[in-house]
């Protein structure tokens, strides 16, 4: 059987993930380093299966624009140790209090609510660590640390969305309320992990521009699907607690907009982020395709 | 009365708070921005009346060589955030459990647990932020960010002491395992603040292995001093509480050596400290004061 365009991007992605997690293996110490129960936190989360989204946003940003692969890997990798770290925080007993994810018990739950709190100060310490080594243009470096630490924060940043999804979960939250939490706590990374590729392999500043447009139509709607998927699919299917949402009563675009207009907002959202793509011509090509890709669960 | 060198010191170090106050004032986002509580934790537990120790140690490594003022002064801005963030997550129920920090509530006390643990989150991301910005020499800035980065991680710095601290609490601890502890948990971070500042302003190698050996002694020195005094002050003189050390049989100085030893083994360093900086001649003198300074509450 000839592989069909699908199937060439799921090896095109998978090639990637194969990529990145060994370069983490290399990147994390290793699970007997002195004391071994952080490392072992810290990997246990790292290597839990995740879909190594941002990495793969972060190295298809920087391809578009030539950029060195091993550089671009190492930036991919730290911004997956920055989600990780989120993951951890996010799961714990004061914040979601979630008991599993990505089909494993969550940090806290197989270490202990110290180890994991830890755990996560590491990862993130750990990816600027990375991000900070020697690098071709250090002043690009600077800039795409810059951009990584403000999306990250509460300046707003996810730190923000996080903390008005807290504050906003069991009261009736609005079109706008849900639009600020999801762009705060995941489009802004997401557009960051696009930007940051292309910035360190030094795009110009309209590619920039549009590349921005495009990560923030994109990381929206990858976080509408998600929400979308906390409703209709099982704990299995997602490796983590499923209809969490609704009954902690959160601020999601299924329970402002109903499952179906969320599905469509994620699809125009996806549109319109090709579409501002449309400067770049024929070589953003596969961007386009991982735009769709992120949405494409949830149909 | 005319001032005596003594005076002298505390009006230096006084002027130099003053700065750190007012700049950090610049750097944090105002308590009533959206959403305000993540902001009003960060300033609480920022605004507490700290020593300010680490950008007072940043300033005056990056003094020695003529380094930009306003660099200096925003890089120390950034430790002294850092800092911030590992006493709250420190103090978090399910690490030291701790109450009182300087004097008022600690601020998970204040603002719940949740919120402390964004705060902490948010204020070690705004300092890779403010380290980033634009830089005189972006290649020395990066190195800046990986010394930190590198001394408050698991690899091993701050994060990997404070695992240690909580393995050890409640077993046998000797001289070794305090060591140790009081090295990664503390002495990494003030000896990075003293090299970040020498470093940004464009020390030469042979300057940075002087003053790395300076913070390592002078850092370790410092928390056995921090030690001594959880032993023999009261709640009232620290604004924190004491002889907790002990209850929780913690690994300090003072358990392992007794008061005394640990005051002299703390005034060798101190004096091996201050020998270090001979190759730098007089202008090292503001330094050694410092260094006296850090263990002279215990005497």
Known sequence: ????????????????????????????????????????????????GGKRLRPILCLEGGRLFDGDENCLLKLGCALELIHTYSLIHDDL??????????????????????????????????????????????????????????????????VSGQMLDLETAGKDADGWNVYLIHTWKTG??????????????????????VLGVFGAKSGLAFQIADDVLDVTSTREQMGKSVGKDDQQHKATYPAVYGVDESRRIAERLVKEASEALEPLGERARRLREIAHFLIERTH
């Open 93 to 158: 007993p004061a914040l979601d209090n979630d008991d599993l994810r990505r089909g494993k018990p969550t940090c806290h739950k197989a270490f202990g609510e110290a180890t994991a709190i830890l755990a996560g100060d590491a990862l993130l310490t750990l990816a600027f660590e990375v991000m900070s080594e020697r690098s071709e243009s250090p002043e690009r470096r600077l800039r795409v640390i810059h951009e990584i630490a403000y999306a990250i924060g509460a300046g707003p940043g996810r």
């Open 188 to 209: 802004a990374f997401i557009r960051a992990a696009v930007l940051c590729g292309a910035l360190d392999a030094g795009a110009t500043e309209d590619d920039l521009a």
């Open 1 to 48: 059987m000839s592989a069909t365009p699908h199937d060439t991007l799921h090896q095109y992605l998978n090639e990637i993930r194969r990529q990145v997690d060994e370069e983490l293996e290399r990147l994390l110490p290793g699970a007997q380093e002195y004391p071994p129960s952080i490392h072992q936190a810290m990997r246990h989360s790292v290597f839990a």
